[in-house]
């Protein structure tokens, strides 16, 4: 799944470009819209309007409610509800946060600026669709054993088996804790060399799929990195397979990765 962030001040049109980029994507989209009380759009104006241009899905989050059941929801709790059946998730509001924007009125941002423009009205949506698609997509666990379950050859599978690596805190009660890891690659070095071990891994006898996904960027403590994913005919292959498929990829993929703890910062390949 895609992910696109649409900021700016409340007069630029914020609501109106998601609900023009919703009618111009091709595929499934759903949008997440920040409100600043739970009460705001109870009344579903702003969703209301992302739901008429045609999205499948809409949420709208506070730090606290949302608008479903629960008693919590976060931007990840709502990305993570999205990305197994949707193309794309497009989120309103959010400029704090670590995701491609689209950048309206100069507003102070995180992430990256795909697009920046005075209003709504001045974004050329041609431009924002081919910048988004050199985006890294938002995966999670369940999001690739929904993609695997979809496959064509899953009629013929009875089971599927993973893998997921995450940043390690402590390797023992004495250590000095880890905070985050930031993780670089070769892009298309490393996204030739993913694919051509998923075919690799997939042309297996008794293997019908493998999906291997890892994170780039800053990754907190206690946050997952790295996800292998195995459709097979039965459980001694699928678990053979996914061991192999995260030696491989530790192996041959080209990932560069620094740690930060609470007293240092280093790349690990430097301690090596």
Known sequence: MKVLGVVGPSDAGKTLLV??????????VGTVKHLHRFDVDTEGKDT????AAGAATTLGVTGEEWFATGDAMTLDDALARLAPDHDYALVEGYSDAALPQVVLGGRDHG???LVEAPTADDVALDAVVDALADVEPFETLGSL???????PQAERAGAIATFTGRVRAKDSPDDV??????????EDVAAERMARIESELAAREGVQEVLLHHRTGVVEAGEDIVFVVVLAGHRREAFRTVEDGIDRLKDEVPLFKKEVTVEDTFWVHDRD
């Open 19 to 28: 609900e023009r980029l919703v009618e111009h994507l091709d595929g499934r």
């Open 48 to 51: 209301a309007r992302h739901r």
């Open 111 to 113: 992430g990256t600026a």
């Open 145 to 151: 054993v929904a993609r695997a379950k979809r496959s």
């Open 177 to 186: 804790p880890t905070e985050y890891l930031e993780f670089e690659r070769y």
